[in-house]
């Protein structure tokens, strides 16, 4: 798929599941993050640093917006904080889902307790469907401790089928999709 195609599916995929989905470059990545925390009433947030985001000054950004940022000793600050940030390895297309995969547990500490989660992918790291990134997972040497597919906020539902969203993760998901160079 070509590039502005492959955006919108990923948005559709997001949306579908309740995700929002925002388009940005680089160097407004931190107002567009700044922007998404204020709509959502996020005051704290826990921020995985990332070369993109020292790059696009992502924490200033926040500072200066009034949020309260960690970008260390997550295990302490993201249970508290209502917002996160991590930059994810590889987005699908057709699912609208972001893939991590680390050996830290950082960026799923933070994925998992915040009530606000934003996860950012480059637009060319998307692939376009499910088939495409288990290609690209059975390629990798050594392979990860940590793989996972992020797919719109939590759902559950308890025996009787009562739907509850963000017990176990977060209860709004957004994703910012950044332009390549």
């Known amino acids: 798929m070509e590039k502005d195609v492959v955006y919108d599916v990923f948005k559709q995929g997001l949306t579908n599941v309740n995700g929002e989905c925002h388009l940005?470059?680089?160097?407004?990545l931190g107002s567009v993050l700044a922007r998404i925390f204020q709509e959502k009433e996020t005051s704290s947030v826990s921020v995985v640093e990332s070369e993109l985001f020292k790059e696009a000054g992502v924490v200033d950004a926040l500072?200066?917006?009034?949020?309260?940022?960690?970008t260390d000793h997550f295990r302490k600050f993201a249970p508290d904080d209502?917002?996160?940030?991590?930059?994810?390895?590889?987005?699908?297309?057709?699912?609208?889902?972001?893939?991590?995969?680390?050996?830290?547990?950082?960026?799923?500490?933070?994925?998992?307790?915040s009530d606000v989660y934003v996860g950012v992918?480059?637009?060319?790291?998307?692939v376009?469907?499910?088939?495409a990134m288990i290609d690209?997972?059975?390629e990798l040497k050594p392979?990860?401790?940590?793989?996972?597919?992020?797919?719109g906020p939590s759902r559950t539902a308890d025996i009787e089928c009562v739907g509850t969203v963000g017990v176990h993760g977060p209860r709004q998901y957004s994703v910012v999709v950044i332009e390549d160079k």
């Open 63 to 70: 500072k200066t917006a009034g949020i309260t940022v960690h």
């Open 143 to 151: 392979f990860p401790r940590f793989a996972g597919v992020i797919t």
């Open 121 to 126: 992918i480059k637009l060319s790291r998307i």
């Open 24 to 28: 940005a470059k680089t160097a407004d």
């Open 136 to 138: 690209i997972m059975s």
């Open 82 to 113: 209502k917002g996160g940030v991590t930059e994810a390895e590889y987005g699908i297309a057709n699912l609208g889902s972001i893939v991590q995969l680390k050996d830290d547990i950082d960026c799923r500490i933070v994925e998992i307790v």
């Open 128 to 131: 376009d469907d499910f088939d």
